[in-house]
């Protein structure tokens, strides 16, 4: 095959960045907006050693799962990805590659039957970062279109908090001045912006967490509460006499509901503004703070005692690979890992079990709909902890 090749084939899934996964004479091709089922025209358009990129050209026989995106400016927008597929084909092409990424990556050869939670799948995003155009006037706002050369204008977005997307259409949202991209959050009575009230209190079940607009927080807070529930019930389940570590901790949102759960709680966050914010969240007897990154923690903070649970919260690169090794050699008996991407929620599985690990529960939450996104939580235990003596 060359570039401009053309070829003919039906669409079996979806990729980790939303799109159709084909393959031709041992080739492997992604092509955007096309749906598992679709039977397709495309072309070459971009070549590797055994991948390549198509370009949809014609649609010979359209899947039943496709939808009309509901976005005007859907396949500009770099926003969302998988509005021309039906939310229920983005739930199990999700579930299928995380499935396929513990398997191909994690090398597990028998991995756990996925339930994957759903979300409401518009009007559920209660972070959103803006981008000014320049010239700016009142309303010059949108997001970065998908071959990041342009900001596309916005005047509405359906997958954004209400509270949001009425701000748009009356054209409310500043940008703090001579800063070209800003971060507004909206849930229930809250709402923050860098360009204006930029730090107040959000309700999640029974607690309000004091949050920033700058500072990173969760952009599904309906999601993020049943995360929390499921956490909090397999929490129950460690040696509670034992105090916990809650490491890439963020605004403290796990601490502050398992801290009454554990004698003492470490909180472990690089981040300086998060950390300022979880003091402010998770407070009480036996709370220690770290500023530091896991790998600086591991070598210089980490206690010689050993802990009942712990929870990491990493971002898309994974653990660190320090940390990775200190949980093998230390970690606690009941392990709690929140993953952002499947391929390194893979790779450190992978690691752990080979380090006496067993993946004892996995559950997949859609946090971001109409995107290839997909959150995780899984939960390691093994016979005993190992410490040092």
Not at 26 to 48: A, K, L, N
């Amino acid at each position: 095959m060359g570039i401009g090749t053309l070829f003919t084939a039906p669409v079996e899934g979806i990729s980790t960045r939303g799109a159709g996964v084909l393959h031709v004479q041992g080739y492997c091709i992604f092509m955007d907006y096309t749906v598992p089922g679709d039977r397709i025209i495309g072309q070459i358009s971009e070549e590797h050693k055994d991948w390549a990129k198509g370009e949809l050209l014609e649609i010979l026989e359209p899947s039943p799962q496709r939808r009309t995106p509901v976005c005007d400016v859907f396949g500009t927008c770099g926003a969302c990805s998988l509005q021309h597929l039906s939310y229920e084909t983005q739930i199990s092409e999700k579930a299928r590659i995380v499935q396929d990424a513990l398997s191909r990556i994690g090398g597990l050869t028998s991995p756990l039957p996925l339930t994957c939670v759903a979300s409401q799948p518009w009007a559920y995003r209660n972070r959103v970062q803006f981008h000014s155009i320049r010239p700016f006037h009142p309303g010059a706002l949108g997001f970065k279109s998908r071959d990041h050369t342009r900001i596309i204008p916005l005047r509405d977005c359906p997958v954004a908090d209400p509270g949001i997307r009425q701000a748009l259409r009356e054209r409310a949202l500043l940008p703090p001045p001579g800063q070209d991209r800003f971060t507004v959050y909206s849930r229930l009575n809250t709402f923050l912006s860098e360009g204006a009230l930029r730090r107040g209190r959000v309700s999640l079940l029974d607690r309000e967490l004091l949050i920033d607009a700058g500072v990173f927080f969760q952009s599904n807070g309906n999601m993020l509460e049943l995360l929390i529930k499921d956490l909090k019930e397999h929490a129950l389940e460690a040696d509670r006499s034992l105090p916990m570590a809650d490491l890439y901790c963020g605004v403290g949102t796990f601490g502050a509901f398992l801290q009454d759960l554990f004698p003492r709680m470490d909180l472990v966050e690089q981040n300086p503004g998060a950390l300022a914010l979880a003091r402010e969240n998770v407070r009480g007897k036996g709370i220690g703070y770290a500023a530091l990154g896991t790998d600086q923690w591991v070598k210089t903070r980490s206690p010689k005692g050993p802990y009942g649970f712990m929870v990491v919260d990493p971002p898309r690169q994974g653990l660190s690979p320090g940390l990775r090794q200190w949980l093998v050699q230390r970690g606690p008996r009941l392990l709690a890992y929140v993953s952002c991407d499947p391929a390194t929620l893979a790779r450190d599985s992978k690691a752990l079990v080979q380090g006496g690990y067993e993946l004892k529960a996995l559950k997949l939450y859609d946090f971001y709909p109409q995107t290839a996104h997909i959150e995780s939580l899984g939960f390691f235990t093994k016979d005993r902890a190992v410490h040092d003596t």
